[in-house]
């Protein structure tokens, strides 16, 4: 029976799966904050054989503003009937295991491996160091397009991962633990460059989403990231844990971290920062 991936896959165990011939998808979504093209110039000068390109922007977000007009946040959940057909066209189903990746480490392939489980699709994981991993690995690169067989829009199913949204978090403020993946100098508030304030969600801990990861720019072994994330969760159990970052994105990499380490079913609060800071009437705390 074919082994399935659920949270990351190196490349040797990439390339014997490729070998296998299971029902794959590899999907490439490298990207670039500063320049939102980069990371589709960087997938067509060369990528993995038979890997698909989905945009951070065009794919895997919705609007930024909402039916009651209110400001989502920079990088909003799509409406699931929208990702449905994303992955339909993807040609993904139930029986497919995606493997998802970037050459950011990690970070936007994180996402995509969070909003799968999101659609209740669980045989999803990231290339443990990325393109970079792949080719220090012996693995080919290839400018050639390859179509996907096209399938039906992935059908509705429970999710496998719990969100929370600004109204819900504003009023367990106080009780909740909160974990935000920004980098320190944007966590205290010394400088943003993205959204509408400076600082945090009051209540909130640092983990930036880059200490998740060795030199090699692969995740660190699951017993160092336990021993990281557990003195978070402040004795309480993985699942009452909430993330959020700028966007909702890097978030998604803490996720990956703590699923990896065994620390299962934590919270994310897709809006982040970015919804939560555009509101002036919702508190902020900084240092």
Known sequence: ????????ITAPELQSLIASGPPLAIIDVSFDLADTQAGEASWQAGHLPGAIYLHLDR??????TGADGAFRGRHPLPARADFASTLGRCGITPATQVVALDRQGSMYAARLWWMLRWMGHEAVAVL?????????????LTTEVTAPAAAPPYPEQPSIVATIDATQLARRLGN???V???AGERFRGEVEPLDAAAGHIPGALNRFFKENLAASGQFKPA????????????GRPAEELVHQCGSGVTACHNLLAMEHAGLTGSVLYPGSWSEWSADPARPIATG
């Open 59 to 64: 794919d895997l977000c919705g609007p930024k």
């Open 1 to 8: 029976m074919q082994h399935t991936f659920t949270t990351l």
């Open 180 to 182: 935000d993946a920004r």
């Open 223 to 234: 017993n160092e990231l336990r021993a990281a994330f557990t003195p978070l969760l402040g």
């Open 176 to 178: 909740v633990r909160l």
């Open 128 to 140: 443990d160091g990325g393109v970079a991993t792949w080719t220090a690995s012996g693995g080919t």
